[in-house]
């Protein structure tokens, strides 16, 4: 059972350049959602999708936007990449039925470093 | 505002000892959830366990429970029998029942001694 899938693992941008992070989950999830890890700041949500076919922006947006392909996956890029956007991202994704059903499931986290 | 605080940057345990870790939040809401995920070196984020803030009775998952005092806005991890395996990042969430967001503290960082 694979879960939640991200692609890539770890990558380099120079400044300016353009980028897609790609997510994946397995478990019929209907929300997912993609948060940013800085040291010493926690998660921040960037966006969420509650679900197939809609998106909303979460604490963070600035520079990002995202796109929710199919129930499965939702990706996201940064159009014009900038050294502030150096972090770990994470995929996550949860049933979204309320209770429990929105425990969510973290994928393994992409880094990314902007030069 | 909703907030997550985990007073404890770090945290060390001898091996087979218990440890526990703190976590408060600051709502204003009844019906919430709250969480406490592990990020050990492979940065995958793993669920430990979690709580109804409706039930009064303290969650437990095998070596791992808590402490959880509503009135107090508390929410402690207890690591009982500690394994090297538990060392990680700790990290308290909470959620409001029927949303979408989760607030995050900033982490315990947890050190076990052989």
């Known amino acids: 059972n694979a879960g939640v899938t991200q692609t890539p693992k770890f990558q380099v941008l120079k400044t300016g350049q353009s980028m897609t992070l790609q997510c994946a989950q397995d478990m019929n999830h209907n929300s997912m959602y993609w948060y940013r890890q800085d040291p010493g700041m926690g998660l921040r949500l960037i966006y969420y999708?509650?679900?197939?076919?809609?998106?909303d922006k979460g604490e963070v947006p600035n520079g990002y936007n995202v796109s929710r392909l199919n129930k499965r996956e939702f990706s996201l890029r940064l159009e014009s990449a900038a050294p502030s956007q150096t972090s770990v991202y994470f995929c996550?994704?949860?049933?979204?039925?309320?209770?429990?059903?929105?425990?969510?499931?973290f994928g393994e986290g992409s880094w990314l470093t902007v030069v | 505002a909703q907030t997550v605080t985990q007073s404890q940057p770090e945290m060390s345990v001898q091996e087979a000892e218990t440890v526990t870790l703190s976590c408060t939040y600051d709502t204003s809401e009844s019906d919430y959830y709250l969480f406490w995920y592990k990020q050990p070196p492979s940065r995958q984020m793993i669920l430990v366990i979690r709580?109804?803030?409706?039930?009064?009775q303290n969650a437990t998952e095998n070596r791992f429970s808590v402490n959880f005092q509503k009135a107090a806005k508390s929410f402690s991890l207890k690591i009982s029998d500690s394994q090297l395996g538990d060392a990680a990042m700790y990290f308290c969430?909470?959620?409001?029942?029927?949303?979408?967001?989760?607030?995050f503290g900033t982490g315990t960082r947890l050190k076990v001694l052989a």
């Open positions: 709580q109804e803030a409706y039930k009064q």
């Open positions: 996550a994704s949860s049933e979204g039925t309320g209770g429990f059903g929105n425990t969510i499931y």
């Open positions: 969430a909470y959620r409001v029942s029927g949303t979408y967001k989760y607030i």
């Open positions: 999708s509650a679900s197939e076919g809609t998106t």
